[in-house]
Structures are given as structure tokens and as C-alpha cells.
């Protein structure tokens, strides 16, 4: 599914180059749980952007299934971010003014999807992710672990393929940690790929697969 193929990163400050990623070789096949760790800084949000499309690395190639990425332009790129791709991101951002079955509906809003399919997605989702009671709060009535699973909700109701998330257990209690996990190993086993970012030992230990990013390069256990 994806193949990451001597990919390079650098940054530019002030005419400094920084190396981030210099040579990221990773395959991915579909349906599987793999989970990224290492220290801050060391790359791992860079990396997750650039499987989501939303940065290009310096140099590599980055294939998903039969296309390469790096050879997309913006338009092409944000077509097949909507299609593929569910983001939880590291500080999860619902629309305050939005309640959680708006903030929830909101990816297929932008896919045209009629009224009584939104509807049916929407409900029959939140009530897997056990929020059906907080279909019409909004963001600020809600807890932390609640806030996070809406987070899940809106990266997984357009169905994508691949499920990039940061730290997604990151600012949560042991137990919302739990239920997170949960949630996530089932998703994984109707067949969705997950790549996961962690420093926590309990979100690795349910991957099959755990790459560390050190010095730029990946190494696997
Ligand atoms: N847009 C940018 N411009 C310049 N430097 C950047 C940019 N994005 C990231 N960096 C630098 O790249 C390095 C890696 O950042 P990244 O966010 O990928 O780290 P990380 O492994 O996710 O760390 P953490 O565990 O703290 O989240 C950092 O030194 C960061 O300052
Ligand atoms: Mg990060």
C-alpha cells in the first residue's frame, strides 16, 4: 500500500539547512497497525505529514499503491488527501461554533453527500465511538477523551483508506486511553491501516510493528 522509498526532508532557516528525515525507507501493507515513536523533534510529525500529503519531502519517492505522491500537484494532492486519507492530529481541532454532529458531517459536506446519508453515517458512527447522547453539544460541553473521539469520528467518516494520527492518546487518562486504543484495534481489524506517532509504551505494545525515527534515519523492532 505505501512504499517510502530513500525519502529526505530538510528544512530551511535563515539559510541553514536542517536535515530532518535523510533517508526514511518504509513499507506499509494494507491492514496493518504500525506505530511510529521517537524523540522530540526527531521527525515523526514530519513524516506523518508527508504520508498525508500535506508536505513534500526534499527528495524519494513516496508511492501509495500505484501512484507517486511526489509527483502530485496541490490540486491532485488535495483530491487524494480527501479520498485516502483521515487525519488525527496532534492538537485536534473541532470548530467551536460547530456542534459534534456538524463538526462530525463536515467531510461530507464537502463530498456532496445528500442530507439522509449524512444523517445515517453520522449517528451510526457516533454511537460506535459511544457519543450518540453528544450529537448537539458542542466542542467546549465536552471532555478531553469525548473531544478526542469526535476527533476519530471526523477522520473516519469519510472511510478512508490509510489513518494517520499523532499522539492521539497523548493528553488523556489511562482509562479514555483504554477506550481510544480499543476503538482503534477494532477499526484496524475491519481492514483499516493505521500509522500511529506515540512516546507511550501501552499505545506500542498494540502494534504489531513499532519504527523508530533516530538521526533521520527509521529503524524497526
Ligand atoms: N515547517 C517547518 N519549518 C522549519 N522547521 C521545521 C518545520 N516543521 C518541523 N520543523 C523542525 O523539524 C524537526 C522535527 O519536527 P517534528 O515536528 O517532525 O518532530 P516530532 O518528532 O514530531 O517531535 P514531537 O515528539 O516533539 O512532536 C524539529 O526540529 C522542527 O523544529
Ligand atoms: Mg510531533
Redesign the pocket.
Known amino acids: 500500500m505505501i512504499k517510502l522509498t530513500e525519502l529526505k526532508k530538510s528544512?530551511h532557516?535563515k539559510n541553514v539547512r536542517?536535515d530532518?528525515l535523510k533517508g526514511i525507507n518504509l513499507t506499509v501493507e494494507e491492514g496493518e497497525l504500525v506505530a511510529v515513536k521517537?524523540r522530540?523533534?526527531?521527525?515523526?510529525?514530519?513524516l506523518l505529514y508527508i504520508l498525508g500529503g500535506l508536505e513534500q519531502p526534499t527528495s524519494g519517492s513516496y508511492h501509495f499503491y500505484n501512484s507517486n505522491i511526489t509527483n502530485f500537484n496541490q490540486k491532485e494532492l488535495a483530491a487524494w488527501r480527501k479520498e485516502n486519507i483521515g487525519f488525527i492530529l496532534?492538537n485536534f481541532t473541532l470548530i467551536e461554533e460547530k456542534n459534534v454532529f456538524d463538526n462530525v458531517a463536515l467531510p461530507l459536506l464537502y463530498a456532496n453527500k445528500s442530507k439522509g446519508e449524512i444523517e445515517s453515517k453520522v449517528i451510526s458512527l457516533l454511537e460506535q465511538l459511544e457519543l450518540e447522547d453528544k450529537a448537539y453539544q458542542y466542542p467546549r460541553e465536552l471532555s478531553g477523551g469525548q473531544a478526542q473521539r469526535v476527533a476519530i469520528a471526523r477522520a473516519l467518516i469519510n472511510e478512508p483508506k490509510l489513518i494517520l494520527a499523532d499522539e492521539p492518546t497523548g493528553s488523556l487518562d489511562e482509562e479514555t486511553e483504554k477506550v481510544i486504543l480499543n476503538i482503534f484495534k477494532k477499526i484496524n481489524q475491519e481492514g483499516k491501516t493505521f500509522i500511529l506517532?506515540t512516546h507511550d509504551e501501552t499505545v506500542s505494545s498494540i502494534c504489531e510493528r513499532v519504527i523508530e525515527i533516530k538521526n533521520g534515519y527509521s529503524d524497526e523492532f
Open positions: 528544512y532557516k536542517q530532518i521517537g522530540s523533534g526527531a521527525g515523526k510529525s514530519t496532534q506517532v
